[in-house]
């Protein structure tokens, strides 16, 4: 099944969620649509997929044909607004930068929408809103106009200014249980989908093929000191076999397998360890992770094996 399908799927398992979008799709938006929790995937497909191509299209149908349709396959259409993954800035006052909230308001709002009758603005990490970005941002959702709607992502609305969220309206998403990821991913490897903690947010069958491939190999370096020096040789070969996952990626995965493998209880400091690896992986600092992992399976060989 491809990532598009388990989507679709997991759509399905939310019934209220499924509720809702079908009333989204057949009613005009709000001004601010807020959609918090987990499954970033999952939003941003609705938001995209469902919501813009409907209110987008020409016919209001996400009808697939139109002109508003086509360039929304190409994701070209010059009425959806999507704010990439950083940080988001206010902007330069005289010049601001693309994706700033200065560059939406001067460049983008000051317009009517130029193909369709509304406009979708999409903010996928409203939790990176900057104290001065969120203020500004505030100000156009208080003077909202009525072409222009806005969409949210948050994994809490505790990120967000209670002013904002009060003049929006919030959709929850929530995580799934064990049971609905194995009927949605059909694996039925708990252990596997207990890794990922409820969320698709990740290239699900790439993924579990890494985890079929790491997780014997660090039940064997649990057993013997031999094959644990083997392991941390190996793990440069393991990173680059799976480029899908990025660095932090890979050590939060790494880390997840190691603590399911882990007898926490002949040592209860060593998640103590994993916590502190894992702490500045995150740091993301160039050179950091040779040092930090080299740490990491020290602490494991001396409680483990002494």
């Known amino acids: 099944?491809?990532?598009?399908?388990?989507?679709?799927?997991?759509?399905?398992?939310?019934?209220?969620?499924?509720?809702?979008?079908?009333?989204?799709?057949?009613?005009?938006?709000?001004?601010?649509?807020?959609?918090?929790?987990?499954?970033?995937?999952?939003?941003?497909?609705?938001?995209?997929?469902?919501?813009?191509?409907?209110?987008?299209?020409?016919?209001?149908?996400?009808?697939?044909?139109?002109?508003?349709?086509l360039l929304m396959k190409k994701i070209e259409h010059p009425d959806l607004i999507l704010f990439p993954e950083d940080k988001i800035k206010i902007g330069d006052p005289e010049d601001p930068e693309e994706y700033s909230?200065?560059?939406?308001?001067?460049?983008?709002?000051?317009?009517?929408?130029?193909?369709?009758?509304?406009?979708?603005?999409?903010?996928?990490?409203?939790?990176?809103?900057?104290?001065?970005?969120e203020i500004a941002l505030l100000k156009t959702l208080e003077e909202p106009l009525s072409e222009s709607k806005f969409i949210l992502f948050t994994p809490s609305l505790h990120y967000l200014s209670d002013t904002i969220v009060s003049r929006s309206i919030v959709i929850a998403i929530q995580n799934f249980s064990l049971d609905q990821m194995k009927k949605i991913t059909e694996i039925s490897d708990y252990s596997f989908l207990e890794i990922l903690g409820g969320t698709l947010d990740y290239s699900i069958y790439e993924l579990f093929e890494f985890y079929q491939k790491i997780k014997p190999r660090?039940?064997?370096?649990?057993?013997?000191?031999?094959?644990?020096?083997?392991?941390?040789?190996?793990?440069?070969?393991?990173?680059?076999?799976?480029?899908?996952?990025?660095?932090?990626?890979?050590?939060?995965?790494?880390?997840?397998i190691l603590m399911q493998t882990l007898n926490i209880k002949k040592d209860p400091s060593l998640l103590n360890d994993i916590f502190i690896f894992l702490g500045g992986i995150r740091m993301e600092q160039p050179g950091l992770s040779s040092y930090l992992t080299s740490r990491l399976f020290f602490q494991l060989y001396k409680k483990i094996y002494f």
């Open 1 to 69: 099944m491809d990532e598009v399908g388990i989507i679709k799927k997991s759509i399905n398992e939310q019934k209220i969620l499924k509720k809702i979008i079908d009333f989204y799709t057949k009613n005009p938006l709000p001004n601010v649509l807020i959609f918090s929790g987990a499954n970033r995937k999952l939003k941003l497909y609705i938001a995209t997929e469902i919501i813009a191509k409907t209110h987008l299209c020409l016919n209001k149908k996400g009808c697939g044909e139109c002109r508003s349709c």
């Open 101 to 133: 909230i200065r560059w939406l308001q001067k460049s983008v709002l000051a317009y009517k929408p130029i193909i369709s009758d509304v406009r979708i603005i999409i903010i996928p990490s409203a939790e990176m809103l900057g104290n001065e970005a």
């Open 218 to 256: 660090i039940q064997a370096a649990l057993e013997h000191p031999l094959e644990l020096l083997n392991l941390e040789e190996e793990i440069e070969k393991f990173m680059k076999d799976n480029a899908f996952l990025s660095e932090t990626q890979f050590w939060e995965f790494f880390s997840l």
